[in-house]
């Protein structure tokens, strides 16, 4: 079949949309962050806007000006490369409108857990744990930092140091004692 008689379009190529999907956020709640996390998620926006995007569009142009575009690798690999960049676009861009910068250093001293606390807990079976309550586009579970909307940290905020609270897991409701509770220093 000739070429004048195919269409090109985004949704036949598209086959890059089984990529994990972000957490998502509780209905109508604000995305809260540390003031670290927003200006990495804005540093990633502004990278992809002014660096990546610009380049990839500007491979994609020297390609498609090379004639057949069917068996192209460098206008076929820009075209799904660009769509990689608009949807992370898409999602910082939603992300970033609905963030609320929360900075834990105003708690500092203080012994009541909230955004941006590093508990120390024991568990029933007396094992310690040490988490760091941050938002969902910047938790790191391998760095012992977990999403304010995760389980544990639903269990631990508002609690102060010596309370026991009640965490809902997947094995049942387990209780597990405050030891301690640190925010970071102020400037």
């Known amino acids: 079949m000739s070429k004048a008689f195919t269409r090109e379009t985004d949704a036949d190529q ?3 949309d089984d990529a994990p999907a972000p957490a998502p956020l509780p209905a ?3 995305n ?10 804005r540093a990633e926006f502004t990278e992809l ?8 569009v500007d491979v994609i142009y020297w390609a498609a000006s090379n004639g057949d ?3 192209n690798g460098d206008y076929i690999y820009g075209k799904k ?20 910068v929360v900075d834990p250093r105003v708690h500092f001293g203080n012994d009541q857990i909230f955004f941006g606390a ?12 040490t988490v760091t309550i941050y938002g969902i586009d910047e938790a790191d579970t391998a760095q012992g930092q977990v999403s304010w909307v995760s389980p544990i940290a639903r269990a631990l905020l508002k609690a102060r140091v010596g309370d026991v609270v009640r ?3 997947p094995v049942g409701v387990q209780e597990i004692e405050v030891l301690r509770v640190e925010y970071p220093a102020p400037l």
């Open 49 to 56: 806007m002014e660096v990546e995007r610009p380049k990839i």
């Open 81 to 100: 490369r660009l769509r990689e960049i608009d949807r992370r676009i898409r999602f910082l861009t939603k992300r970033l409108e609905i963030a609320e």
């Open 118 to 129: 590093t508990v120390a807990y024991k568990d029933a079976s007396g094992q310690e744990r």
């Open 32 to 41: 809260y962050m540390t003031p670290q996390g927003y200006a990495r998620l």
């Open 167 to 169: 965490m809902q897991s």
């Open 69 to 71: 575009r069917s068996e």
């Open 14 to 16: 598209d086959d890059d």
């Open 28 to 30: 109508g709640s604000k």
